[in-house]
């Protein structure tokens, strides 16, 4: 089969067809939660049965997606939500989390819009898992509504069955959509959906996606039911006029102002997280490529590979992703079923259009767009990585390489031989110098990002000087972050809300106590505590306190740390640090790192000359282990 088709093999048996199918809905249960009060530790009786508000699906790592008025109180009240906005999600094994709604159109509790006693479209809601949270699936998406004859698979977590509440799933089928496009619900019929149907996943059994979320029952009379399609989540997310609480229509839109977001950048986020997502886990888009056997078409696999690639870039700036597209393929675009809003969309555009060259052209955009960003963004990077040697621990093998916008572009050095510690400076300074040089060439001061083992992470690549010793050290001059080259590739829910709360700001900076009387249980407590906090300590972490406090932060979910093994007074470290945190944002700390270091070599602030800063951003490490994209000739 060649590389991105899907239809090269023979088409699969009804047995196993039907088999796969099964399998595909086996995994949306999975990631299906049953949405209730947030104090409701398990729903056991009748009379609880108030407190159990709808069901809900992760479409992203922490983003659960239900139905806008799951949300909403009973009765008439004031208040947009439920409570203060928190729920609970309950998982398919009965683990309990806490979340928090995000963005919700409509914002408020409105009187239906419909005949049939529908709420205003999409009536869509995401909610963030808050707090600590474990590894969950997410489904695979498909924004574009089948079309009528469609056989679905309807599941949720909310029916009363026998005195506890189950999963469930029911097969139905699409009889026809609701209203025209872009706004077209679909009409579900043949199931006769329970209490608590509202927010459950619509599976289409012939794509094996994702395309909708169940919006209503048809009646307690007859079966069937309404559903929202995927693309909603464009309406939920899209600058329409201004969008805050109190500077808009709060009944037709709301966005928790504590995410830090615009609507549009909350729309990419979720897209790329999902991307991203399905790129290192594969089991969902195996089963679709196994279910697309003989039909002619991308293998998803390959598909989930690109976006995940496009996924890393930033959005685009409007008409980009069309323009890229209408270069590729002059002339013979449809119109576009929405406008493209990411990368992604244009990706999708061209292989909507599946021809003998679609393959070809779309590895050709994705390389296009990576390149349209080099140019917008030329700053570039070093990486080193130092790795222990499989047949001493006590020794090393490093690499230097030059990346230019996210892509690779020259390596400067490999070991042949393994190294000690005493000689891994020595034996780096003169590839990262040549390396450093190039990547500024009409461009800011290069980042250096440090690979490096736990036991490396302090070791001084920052005070080097290049160009013969010439100049200040090169942390003087250039942002330098450590990431751990052992324990990065592991991508926790837990990391992914920690970075996300980062980026929404703003920064708390937590002094981590240390000393004899500061056990391992203090320290714990301390790390875990706030969603958005950078913890801060001066210490080794090659032994001791600091060594401990590095454990109990990274299981805690942390991948931004800054410690010191530098002199001065303890207040000043923690007050001086703490204030220079508080005036940036997470992307400035490489930056404020540098600053501070600068300013050591004048006297100030003196700790900061052994100041090591890990910035290991937990999306990044497991997506690109791996080119994703092919070379092009």
């Known amino acids: 089969m060649s590389q991105g088709q899907a239809g090269e093999q023979e088409p699969l048996g009804r047995e196993e067809l039907l088999a796969v199918r099964e399998a595909i809905v086996r995994l949306a249960k999975a990631a299906t939660v049953r949405i209730q009060h947030p104090d409701l530790a398990w729903p056991d009786t009748p ?38 906005g928190e729920v609970g999600l309950a998982l398919a094994d009965n683990r309990l989390l806490r979340g928090r709604w995000a963005a919700a159109l409509p914002g408020r509790r409105v009187a239906p819009d419909h005949p049939d006693g529908l709420y205003p479209w999409p009536d869509l809601a995401l909610v963030r898992v808050t707090g600590e949270a474990p590894d969950h699936p997410c489904v695979w998406l498909d924004e574009f509504p089948p079309p009528p004859g469609t056989e679905v698979t309807l599941c949720g977590r909310s029916s009363y069955y ?92 709301q966005l928790d102002e504590g995410l830090g977001l615009e609507p549009d950048e909350l729309f990419r986020r979720i897209w790329s997280e999902h991307d991203r997502y399905h790129a290192r886990h594969t089991a969902w888009v195996d089963l679709v490529a196994r279910l697309r056997r003989g039909i002619p078409g991308p293998d998803p696999r390959w598909l989930t590979r690109l976006r995940a690639g496009l996924a890393r870039l930033p959005a685009p700036p409007p008409g980009v992703p069309l323009g890229l597209v209408e270069r590729l393929r002059p002339g013979q675009l449809p119109t576009p079923l929405f406008a493209p809003r990411l990368w992604r969309d244009g990706l999708d555009l061209l292989v909507g259009l599946w021809g003998a060259d679609t393959v070809e052209l779309a590895e050709r955009y ?20 130092v790795d222990t040697s499989v047949l001493d621990d006590d020794a090393y093998l490093c690499t230097v390489d030059r990346f230019q916008g996210g892509e690779h572009a020259m390596r400067y050095a490999a070991s042949n031989s393994a190294v000690p510690e005493s000689g891994l400076l020595e034996l780096l300074g003169d590839p990262l110098g040549r390396a450093l040089l190039d990547a500024e060439q009409g461009g800011a001061p290069a980042e250096v990002e440090l690979r490096l083992p736990r036991r490396l992470f302090e070791l001084p690549v920052h005070e080097l000087r290049t160009g013969g010793g010439a100049g200040a050290p090169i942390g003087e001059r250039h942002p330098v972050t450590v990431r751990d080259v052992d324990g990065g590739a592991e991508v926790t829910v837990r990391a992914l809300h920690r970075w996300q709360a980062l980026e929404a700001g703003p920064l708390q900076p937590l002094l981590v106590p240390l000393g004899r009387d500061v056990g ?29 406090v590095l454990d109990e932060a990274w299981t805690a979910g942390h991948r931004v740390l ?61 997506d690109e282990q791996a080119p994703l994209l092919p070379a092009l000739a």
């Open 562 to 622: 800054l410690w010191t093994r530098g002199t001065g007074p303890e207040e000043e470290f923690g007050s001086a640090l703490s204030a220079r945190l508080k005036a940036v944002t997470l992307d400035q700390i490489p930056q404020l790192a540098r600053d501070l270091r600068a300013d050591a070599s004048g006297g100030e602030s003196v700790w900061a000359r052994a100041l090591v800063v890990l910035y290991d951003r937990p999306e990044e490490t497991a």
């Open 162 to 253: 026998d005195g506890y509440y189950a999963e469930w799933d029911h097969l139905a089928g699409i009889g026809g959509h609701d209203g025209a496009f872009p706004r077209p619900r679909l009409q579900l019929t043949g199931a006769d959906l329970p209490h608590g149907s509202s927010g459950g996943p619509v599976v289409d059994r012939y794509r094996g996606s994702v395309c909708a979320a169940v919006t209503a029952r048809a009646g307690e009379y007859r079966p069937g039911g309404v559903a929202s399609p995927m693309h909603g989540l464009r309406e939920l997310a899209s600058a329409l006029g201004p969008l805050r609480p109190g500077l808009a229509d709060v009944a037709r839109y």
């Open 520 to 548: 391992r249980a203090a320290v714990r407590a301390a790390v875990r505590a706030g969603d958005r906090t950078v913890p801060l300590w001066r210490g080794s972490v090659r032994s001791g306190a600091g060594a401990t």
């Open 47 to 84: 009379e609880n049965r108030r407190f159990v508000w709808g069901s809900g699906f992760f479409v992203a790592p922490g983003w659960v997606l239900t139905d806008a008025h799951v949300l909403w109180p009973r009765g008439e009240g004031t208040e947009p939500w439920r409570g203060d």
């Open 366 to 385: 994705c390389r296009l767009a990576a390149d349209w960003e080099e140019e917008r963004a030329p700053r570039g990077r070093v990486v080193v990585q």
